[in-house]
């Protein structure tokens, strides 16, 4: 068709009225602007989450030496604080590369996934309940299949586009 953009599908910007054209430029900087801000609201809010994960570590040791004497389970605690610190320290990752204009890559996400459930099947052995049988098995199948999605997912990113 006359007119339209083959990559986008959309209208072509000479094919457009003046107005709309000035008009969307308008729009595109104030969403530029706004999406700015928006990362500089998240960058802040992950380099807050350091530090309380940080401090919840620390906690969470100084609570296992001095206040409960169980020291296996303090260590477990530990673990999952700092599983979560690798969480936020991921997505700081995933953020910077963003900024410096790399796309985000599912990757990310699923990586995120596997360390939620990997502190889940850690933390389990010192919750007040445990988990059924069946529901460890879940838990466990959740991270195999998040594995195996990760190693797919990571495969793909290797792969050329024959139009590249």
Known sequence: ??????????????????SIRRFNRKVIWVMAWVNGFAHLVLGLALAAA?????WLFIDDVMTAFFVSHNLAGGFLHGLGSLMLLWTVSALITAELRYLHGVPLTVDTFVEVAIVVILRKLITMPVQSTLPSPQEFILWVGS???LGVMYLIVRFTLTIRHPTE
């Open 50 to 54: 350091v530090f309380l994960f940080t």
């Open 143 to 145: 991270a195999v299949l």
């Open 1 to 18: 068709m006359e007119g339209l953009d083959h990559k986008t599908g959309l209208p072509a910007n000479d094919a457009l009225p003046d």
